[in-house]
């Protein structure tokens, strides 16, 4: 999909004169700060479900210990 959208985007710069061309510019610039917010949100939601995932892991690690000292 990325790749459709940027041989698109290229076609419209090249067939558009100079002053379409900021639009453009604002346009892709735009999609490409878009783009990059999602995959951060994609980092940051996977980032916090490991940290559930080793939190979970040590509670269970812990409780499994106590058990088994007791």
């Known amino acids: 999909m990325n790749k459709q959208l940027q041989k698109q985007n290229l076609r419209e710069l090249a067939s558009i004169k100079t002053n379409g061309r900021i ?34 892991y040590d509670n269970l690690r812990q409780y499994k210990n106590n058990i088994n000292e007791n």
Do not use: H
């Open 23 to 56: 639009r453009i510019l604002a346009r892709l610039t735009f999609l490409n700060l878009m783009s990059a917010n999602g995959v951060m949100a994609k980092t940051i939601i996977r980032n916090y479900k490991q940290k559930q995932q080793r939190e979970s």
